[in-house]
Nanobody
């Protein structure tokens, strides 16, 4: 069982930047980020893919909705993945979940992952 802990969420203004972190209990897995509108956290199937990075960092996938504004990276020495968000928009508001999988994390619905974090809230206001 991989334990995932997100951090870095908060309230920001439109156009600001924010970096989320996901600390895993151990490494070797593909890591990804999903998001969900506030208030709908119970239905994990509605979580929307944001980005993923393979265990080797060779494969990175970014959703078209955030491409050019968000990037993903990982530090395997720290078992940590990051979501770097820039030029934030109000529609980026949501609960951001970290996920891991012993295989590729792709942009499919419902999500196919092995483990989820508990989420961190990002609020973007005008």
């Amino acid at each position: 069982q991989v334990l995932l802990t997100e951090s870095g969420g908060g309230s920001v203004q439109v156009g600001d930047s924010l970096t989320l972190s996901c600390s895993a209990s151990y490494g070797g897995y593909d890591m990804g980020w999903f998001r969900q509108a506030p208030g709908k956290e119970r239905d994990w199937k509605e979580r929307k893919f944001v980005a993923s990075i393979s265990a080797t960092s060779r494969t990175i996938m970014i959703s078209d909705s955030v491409r050019g504004r968000f990037t993903i990276s990982r530090d395997d020495d720290k078992f940590t993945a990051y979501l770097h968000m820039t030029n934030l928009r109000s529609e980026d508001t949501g609960v951001y979940y970290c996920a891991s999988r012993s295989g590729r994390i792709a942009e499919v619905s419902p999500p196919v992952v092995d483990h989820w974090g508990k989420g961190t809230l990002v609020t973007v206001s005008t």
